[in-house]
């Protein structure tokens, strides 16, 4: 099986959202949009990959390439812009049987690794991929290093079956402080500077950067589709005291922003499980059939997360570094962190 790795031509730049939508393992952070405001913020030149057996689509990769001194970089997704994942999609494999589909994956992964080594010859490279995106043997057996994380996944349903499907103590929680005087309104707005104020003060706390910029999610809210970004603030006794961005497209919503708290006085109130609450049911509402709660690999979150009874879902980080150069790219890493 030959896969032909090429750069998309204009028109198929122009129906990039379409291979994104025909893909099982498709993202938001794949659509076109999303890619342009990236590269535009991380000062990186996109290149948009598309693999072809005969004349039928095998898959698509968008990939970054960036320059930082003398260091060529690729990435998938750039760093310091808050996007979990990105990487390859597969196209065209859903009724193969699975010999054909890990052939077709690895001459497709195959084929984008030498495009990039021949165009671009990285010293570092760095792709994240989708959760939905469950086979990266290919990059291993390319040389490079592979590094399991996760992320958490809960089914919509409607709203009643949400309710039966997270734990009882969410339940409780829910119920028990419906009339709690939280109100939690859509403000995409005001609401997102709300968001990006009380996140950058709680980074501030520990000692570290929040690197987002607020231009950077104002302009995804502007280039993606009408409902694509959503902003909601949970007010007690008329006080803002946090919020939440959430990014839905394709029924998949995924809650990718949010929750530092504001100080407050009545901080007994479980203002965070009644702002979860309120936008799952808004989302399902907006078609979601699913939620992605963007990360499981902090201990402290994760027990947070948990009471929403959520499937724990693998995605992969895969790193290659060329030789001689292990030093600056070290030093690379720990200036990024």
């Known amino acids: 099986m030959t896969i032909d790795v090429v750069p998309v031509t204009p028109e198929e730049r122009a129906n990039w959202n379409e291979f994104v939508a025909e893909s099982p393992q498709g993202t938001i952070y794949h659509r076109i949009e999303f890619l342009e405001v990236l ?46 994942y990105l990487g390859p999609l597969l196209l065209n494999y859903q009724k193969m049987k699975q ?23 990285p010293h570092y490279s760095r792709i994240v991929t989708s959760w939905r995106f469950d086979d990266p043997r290919p990059f291993d057996w390319n040389g490079y290093d ?23 103590s969410a339940r ?41 910029p607020l231009s950077y999610l104002r302009d995804l809210d502007d280039a993606l589709p009408a409902d694509s970004v959503r902003t909601y603030v949970a007010e ?22 949010g929750m530092a708290a504001a100080k407050n006085r009545r901080r007994t109130v479980p203002v965070g499980d009644l702002l979860n609450w309120q ?32 499937a724990l879902e693998q995605y992969y980080v895969a790193e290659r570094t060329a030789r001689g150069v292990g030093t600056a790219i070290d030093f690379y890493k720990r200036w990024l962190a």
């Not at 501030?204 to 690197?211: A, K």
Request: a negative charge; glycine letters at 8%.
């Open 279 to 310: 936008t799952m049911v808004d989302a399902i509402n907006h078609g979601a059939d699913e939620f992605d709660l963007v990360g499981a690999n902090t201990p402290r979150l994760c027990r947070y997360k948990g009471k929403f009874n959520p």
């Open 172 to 212: 409780r929680s829910i119920k028990r402080n419906q009339d709690a005087n939280v109100v939690v309104n859509r403000d995409d707005q005001d609401g997102l500077g709300f968001v990006y104020r009380t996140l950058e003060r709680r980074y501030d706390e520990q000692d570290r950067t929040f690197t987002p």
């Open 99 to 121: 010999r054909k589909t890990d052939l077709s994956n690895k001459r497709f992964v195959e084929g984008c690794l030498e495009w990039i080594e021949e165009t671009i010859d």
């Open 236 to 257: 007690l006794d008329a006080e803002p005291i946090m919020g939440r961005v959430v990014l839905q497209t394709d029924g998949c919503a995924s809650f990718w922003k």
């Open 39 to 84: 590269a535009d913020h991380a000062a990186a030149d996109l290149h948009l990959l598309i693999g072809y057996k005969s004349e039928e689509p095998r898959g698509i990769f968008p990939i970054f390439e960036q320059r930082k001194g003398p260091l060529r970089l690729v990435t998938s997704p750039p760093h310091g812009l808050g996007v979990p």
């Open 146 to 168: 592979i590094d399991p994380k996760h992320t958490y996944r809960i089914p919509a349903g409607d709203e009643d079956e949400l309710m039966r499907h997270v734990t009882k």
